[in-house]
């Protein structure tokens, strides 16, 4: 299956159901307006599953109804966060030095989701993981909390490093296939998993939180982001 995002809310995990020609797609209900209900008849639960013929999957996601899913995200569920972690996504495409492999990561054990998993380039084809927790400089996280969250997701890869590395060395290529990475690039992934967070804005606030988690952790690794207006830039 692979399920369709948007602004981090997924608008349907699509499984195809094999010998049937038959696709079942499950969407959250509030994403779903009652006219596409009219016409799709799904079964109603908390999550509407509907089961449909390949002929009408693209009638189900059509512009006009992606667009309708879209804007009810944009109600029931903005997150600050998670757009600004597709910013990064974007603004970060086509490196070769460091390249976004995963957002939302959850393996068998975790009960909390690692933001953004990165390759960072070392010597020739060698990558080594990084993992990218993205917070807002007034998340109330910042005051501590971030340290042990991040230290235990690189410590979990560390502990299982060998899955994530087959995992992601698939991964990789699988998204090479589908024309979304350089087709040029080797990747192999090499031990000791790097941590950072990446912090957005709210800089009289983030500028003291930054402090403390210096104190508290020296080691941990920040980058601050600002939203600073430098008119002398303005071209």
């Not at 449909?52 to 059509?62: A, N, R, T, V």
């Amino acid at each position: 299956y692979f399920n369709l995002y948007y602004k981090g809310n997924s608008l349907g995990k699509i499984s195809f159901i094999p010998k049937t020609g038959l696709y079942n797609i499950r969407i959250h209900h509030k994403f779903i307006d009652q006219r596409i209900k009219e016409r799709f008849k799904p079964q109603e639960n908390t999550y509407l599953t509907f089961i449909i013929p390949k002929e009408q999957l693209h009638p189900l996601f059509s512009r006009g109804n992606l667009t309708s899913m879209s804007h009810k995200v944009k109600i029931v569920n903005y997150q600050e966060e998670v757009i600004f972690e597709q910013m990064i996504m974007t603004d970060n495409v086509d490196r070769k030095d460091f390249i976004i492999i995963d957002r939302q990561i959850m393996d068998k054990k975790a009960k909390t989701k690692m933001d953004l998993l990165t390759l960072v380039k070392q010597a020739d084809s060698n990558y080594q993981f990084c993992v990218i927790e993205v917070k807002l400089g007034n998340n109330p996280e910042l005051k501590g909390d971030v340290i042990d969250q991040l230290k235990g997701y690189t410590d979990r890869i560390e502990q299982n490093f060998e899955p994530y590395k087959k995992c992601y060395e698939l991964n990789f290529r699988q998204k090479q296939e589908l024309g979304l990475f350089d087709r040029s690039l080797n990747i192999n992934i090499i031990p000791e998993v790097l941590g950072i967070v990446v912090i957005l804005g709210y800089s009289g606030l983030a500028q003291k939180r930054i402090a403390k988690l210096k104190e508290k952790d020296p080691s941990i690794k920040i980058l601050h982001l600002k939203n600073v207006i430098d008119l002398l830039k303005a071209r």
